[in-house]
């Protein structure tokens, strides 16, 4: 089905509006500045296209699509952990006074360019903007792959592209870092040289320091640690001395009060700490050894290590990882020639590949070019450019992410005429046509259920309008088709019609749409045929073309 409904709220000349589509051909007509361009513009906004905030008020504004779903595209839901219906409901809130907007699939948050993702697949929008890329030959290509069904091999063509030029830019590096690298070997070698010598150890300045400084102070020392044993455990009166007489003092009336056990076990224990105090200092008293030699190591090391550390600015844990960086820098200089001749071969095959992948675009250019020359021919002629010679003309260029081609449309109108571009030659009715030729030949291709026709009637009238209009038609058949236009040739086609319209409320300026009746479309069609007076006979005479029209 497509498209089922959109509702516009506070929206530029909106308060609240909302229109149903039917399935088949509708069609969307108004006087000039009705308003039937803020439609489309609604549209645009919930196909997930930029907004204009400048032309906004301050009021919160609304936006709702409603899509039925293919199986396909409820799947694509579903992997984004959207919850799946039948039905698809874009909503799209606008903030102007922020100018921020929040976007919403069946109420669940989504991002503006996974919205514009999933809708192009449910609707192609003909507008003005693709009458001007028509006219852009490097926009041509891209039509001519649709027809030929390789856009997914144009795909592949880029990735293998983008991994050349990715390829083209390391080799270039890992030669610029080798030449570097090179300039540097000597330097490096030598400051490598060096920091081996050093044999630098984490930790060992901390320790050098304290070593320095019981070194230092041997003598106080040895003075100091003496008096402390002398103190707690040699002299007549040492602490052990005394804690002994008190245990002895405790331990005679200890039977007396059981009490007394606590303090007596806690002497005791004193008395074992102030032992193992003194077999320490003891132990620690042997090893300070005045060594005049050892000082003069420590003092010079740690002068090394200074000089070294205000040499190269750095710390010796940042040195160490410096050496292990001129290690690695200097083991990778003599890798680099494997690693270029590596990245080379890599080049080459990624070339292979990418002439093989050129040849098979072109190829299927080639084959699809004349095919969808005759096919758009065919359907010129039902549109009244019945001497009309479209060629599409394929030219050789240095290879890009498209391949080896460049694609361009060219076209005669008139026995006689050499084919030229179509930026040359075509007129505004003629492009109009040349599109909806090209859209109704990819149309059965792309399989979008909806195509939405703004301005396709630029620069047409009369039998060509008609022919345009049941062209529509005949698109309608296998899917939506939805119309804007001010030709009554072609709104007579039409299976709803509807009307946008203009009215004052208050003091402002409001815009509407609805469908018309079967009366009122005759009306409609009068108005387009004649103008604005309308009379009997007008009225009559377009009775008369809404039948002839529809045969």
């Known amino acids: 089905m497509g498209l089922l409904r959109l509702s516009i709220k506070n929206y530029?000349?909106?308060?609240?509006?909302?229109?149903?589509?039917?399935?088949?051909?509708?069609?969307?007509?108004?006087?000039?500045?009705?308003?039937?361009?803020?439609?489309?513009?609604?549209?645009?906004?919930?196909?997930?296209?930029?907004?204009?905030?400048?032309?906004?008020?301050?009021?919160?504004?609304?936006?709702?699509?409603?899509?039925?779903?293919?199986?396909?595209?409820?799947?694509?839901?579903?992997?984004?952990?959207?919850?799946?219906?039948?039905?698809?409901?874009?909503?799209?809130?606008l903030n102007p006074i922020a100018k921020k907007s929040k976007t919403y699939i069946n109420m669940s948050p989504v991002t503006q360019s996974f919205l514009k993702e999933i809708t192009q697949h449910l609707i192609d929008l003909h507008g003005q903007h693709q009458h001007q890329s028509l006219l852009d030959p490097q926009r041509h290509i891209d039509y001519l792959d649709g027809f030929a069904n390789i856009l997914k091999e144009r795909e592949k063509m880029k990735q293998l592209y983008d991994a050349l030029l990715a390829a083209r830019e390391r080799l270039d590096d890992l030669k610029k870092r080798q030449r570097e690298a090179q300039e540097k070997e000597e330097f490096y070698r030598f400051k490598l040289d060096e920091l081996e010598k050093a044999n630098l150890k984490e930790g060992e300045e901390e320790e050098l320091e304290e070593r320095l400084k019981i070194l230092s102070n041997i003598e106080k020392l040895q003075t100091n640690v003496?008096?402390?044993?002398?103190?707690?455990?040699?002299?007549?009166?040492?602490?052990?001395?005394?804690?002994?007489?008190?245990?002895?003092?405790?331990?005679?009336?200890?039977?007396?009060?059981?009490?007394l056990n606590e303090a007596l076990d806690t002497l005791q224990e004193l008395s074992d700490k102030v032992q193992d105090i003194w077999r320490f200092l003891m132990d620690y008293k042997k090893d300070l050894v005045l060594?005049?030699?050892?000082?003069?190591?420590?003092?010079?090391?740690?002068?090394?290590?200074?000089?070294?550390?205000?040499?190269?600015?750095?710390?010796?844990?940042?040195?160490?990882?410096?050496?292990?960086?001129?290690?690695?820098?200097?083991?990778?200089?003599e890798n680099y020639d494997k690693e270029i001749d590596a990245l080379t071969k890599e080049i080459s095959d990624l070339e292979k590949q990418v002439r093989e992948q050129a040849d098979i675009l072109h190829e299927a250019r080639v084959k699809s070019a004349p095919k969808l020359e005759r096919l758009i021919e065919d359907e010129l002629k039902d549109l009244a450019m019945e001497k009309a010679k479209f060629k599409v003309n394929i030219k050789d260029r240095e290879i890009n992410h498209f391949g080896k081609d460049d694609v361009e449309f060219y076209i005669s109108t008139n026995p006689g005429e050499e084919p030229k571009p179509l930026s040359k030659i075509v007129s505004g009715g003629e492009l109009s046509r040349i599109m909806l030729a090209i859209k109704r030949v990819l149309a059965d291709l792309v399989n979008v259920p909806t195509m939405v026709f703004d301005e396709a009637d630029t620069g047409i009238g009369g039998k060509v309008a008609e022919k345009v209009g049941r062209k529509m038609k005949e698109i309608s058949q296998k899917r939506q088709v939805i119309v804007i236009t001010h030709l009554p040739q072609i709104a007579a086609f039409g299976e709803k019609h509807f009307i946008v319209e203009k009215f004052v409320q208050g003091d402002k300026t409001r815009v509407k749409i609805r469908e018309l009746s079967e009366q009122e479309r005759v009306r409609e069609i009068a108005r387009m045929l004649s103008g604005e007076k309308i009379t009997e006979e007008s009225l009559l005479y377009a009775e008369k073309f809404l039948k002839s029209i529809r045969g």
Not at 62 to 84: G, P
Not at 234 to 241: D, F, G, L, Q, T
Not at 305 to 330: A, G, H, V
């Open 226 to 259: 003496t008096a402390s044993a002398f103190e707690i455990y040699e002299s007549e009166e040492s602490a052990y001395e005394k804690i002994f007489r008190a245990i002895r003092s405790l331990q005679e009336i200890v039977s007396v009060d059981a009490k």
């Open 12 to 93: 530029l000349l909106v308060d609240n509006l909302e229109v149903e589509f039917h399935p088949g051909f509708n069609v969307i007509t108004g006087e000039t500045g009705a308003g039937k361009s803020l439609i489309i513009g609604s549209l645009n906004i919930a196909l997930g296209e930029k907004i204009d905030w400048d032309l906004m008020g301050e009021k919160e504004a609304e936006i709702t699509a409603v899509f039925s779903l293919s199986e396909e595209e409820r799947e694509v839901l579903r992997k984004n952990s959207i919850e799946v219906d039948d039905e698809m409901i874009v909503r799209r809130i």
């Open 291 to 333: 060594n005049p030699e050892e000082l003069e190591e420590v003092r010079t090391r740690l002068a090394f290590l200074k000089n070294l550390k205000q040499k190269y600015r750095k710390s010796i844990e940042e040195l160490i990882q410096e050496k292990e960086f001129l290690r690695s820098e200097l083991s990778r200089i």
